[in-house]
């Protein structure tokens, strides 16, 4: 993506909404970025994309969401959105058993798809209909706990925990990136200890020096 | 065809457009932009929403069948007397009831455009009443808009759905009917154990989307009409397997369902009731629904297979020809890494229906059924044209301003002025393309329209000045 990274935020992470049509992805979204629930949405078509900038462990991050339709039709548009996302919110209703069994299928589409290393919480939504309820959240977190998913009941109508869901995915990102970030730092420092072998290093380095006796 | 037109209905076509778009510089201000002018925009301040905002669907559609009258009308008007009526009407708004002032403003251009349309209205008349329809000339009336209560036969006949020899019509509509009840007792009225687990999926992702189909017009919201809504869209997945039901398909079967129930429902689609309508009725509403559903599509079927190959090469399309209308508004949009994929999929495969109020939708229909099978190649003309409206805010935005703007673009208070001027320039822009060769020329239009010369818009002029301008 073309998108500048300006001053306004530490990181920009990328997710993705995805999961069974009329789960409510769209309306989670809305939630998120908007304080906004609409009972009259249509459907996705394609993808679609909003933003929001929040506080994670004291650094400003902004999260880049993009929102997929659901039907199985668009996955070929859709899955061209996997590539660079760090995040996925998977997305099941808990009144409709179907959207559940489906799961495993989205999980298959972001191994195919996505970046191995994607963070994935994985949502029951419309918590707020006790009354229809078809997927107990124990199968929820039993199935979380098999593929080593986050998990959370959501309700985008109420707004329950819609906050953490984000929360929780964009900090494991970023504690993610920054041990990565860490990690990279040590690796340089003891890179530096003479005797590790580094040529390439040492290449460079007279590269540019004879690059710059010519040049003054 | 198009490409069969003569060129004298050709030029026809293109004289009915400049008055059009003659009308709407002269008479008024345009609330939205023509394309590349510099001039600031109006403010977005919602106190000067023009007065017909908030005009239901079919009050406004009834007055407005044919914009060029209208906007004669008003050029006797003097602008700042406009501006006061505009004022006073909103200024009225709170006071008296929305339906006041709507029913005065449906008056007055029901009077209009009987008083002023009347030979438009004839044309029709005399063309539909023929033994035999010549559809070409059916076609060049019908492109700028059809007088609604026209609508329903001209669209059927512009389908093909209906025959154009008049004797044989009424009989072979009646077996279409029946032809499609029998399809819907084929394979809709069975039991799900009939079905395979592709067809049970297929009518739970139907059955999920109808209830949120134009979920903003009320209209919708009525069990009845999502039933119907279900059967056409169910009946019409089986039969065409290589695509099957695709999300934004539902979109597509509601111009015909208001249409056709405004043969049987008078006034206002926000008092509609389908339980209005007898069985029989409603079974052949339905019926034609379908079938007109069913000839749109089928010029366009690689639109919905699998990876819709046709949407991606029409996208690719419209990204090229922008790139040659307006090179800057192109370069920025690619400098910020955005992809026309991301906000013009939806557009083709929902035909602009998303993208503009429902109200305005039947009368983008009448232009796109009369283009007939040169439909998918003029809607990128029709989206250039489109997306081109907002050149100059585009280019301000980054890519994330980009992507969100292109997602909800401003159109909620649009009338059809708007709309006829992004037909009116698309159908220049395909002319020229078409015309001259060297695409060069349509940088010396656009420039030309914004600088309100409308003197070189007639078609000779137009080539003269374009030639030189090349080496310019």
Redesign the interface.
Known sequence: MGHRVDHEYDYLFKIVLIGDSGVGKSNILSMFTRNEFCLESKSTIGVEFATRTLQVDGKTVKAQIWDTAGQERYRAITSAYYRGAVGALLVYDITKRQTFDNVQRWLRELRDHADSNIVIMMAGNKSDLKHLRAVQEEDGHALAEKEGLSFLETSALEGTNIEKAFQTILTEIYHIISKKALAAQEAAATSTVPGQGTTINVADASGNTSKGCCST | MKNSDSNSSLDSRINQTLKNVQGLLKGRSIPGKVLLTRRADPPEDPSLRSPTFGRSFSEIDAGTSDLMDMSKEEEAQDTSKQQNNNTSANKLKPMSSNVEITSKEVQKSVMGARATDSARVMKFTKELSGSTVILEKLRELAWSGVPPYMRPNTWRLLLGYAPPNSDRREGILRRKRLEYFDCVAQFYDIPDTERSDDEINML??IS??CP?????VTFFQQEQVQKSLERILYTWAIRHPA??Y???I?DLATPFLVVFLSEHLEGDILKWSISDLSPDKISNVEADCYWCLSKLLDGMQDH?T???PGIQRLVFKLKELVNRIDEPVSRHME????EF??FA??WF??LLI?EIPFHLVTRLWDTYLAEGDALPDFLVYIFASFLLTWSEELQKL???EL??FL?HLPTENWTHQELEMVLSRAFMWHRTDSKVPSLLTFKYMVLQISHNDLSILSTENLQKKSTTSLFT
């Open positions: 739970r992702q999920v989307d949120r189909t134009v979920p903003d695509s099957g695709v999300q934004g539902n919905y699998f990876a819709q400098e910020q890494g955005l994929l991301q999929f939806r495969n929902c998303r980054d890519f994330q992507v969100m997602q």
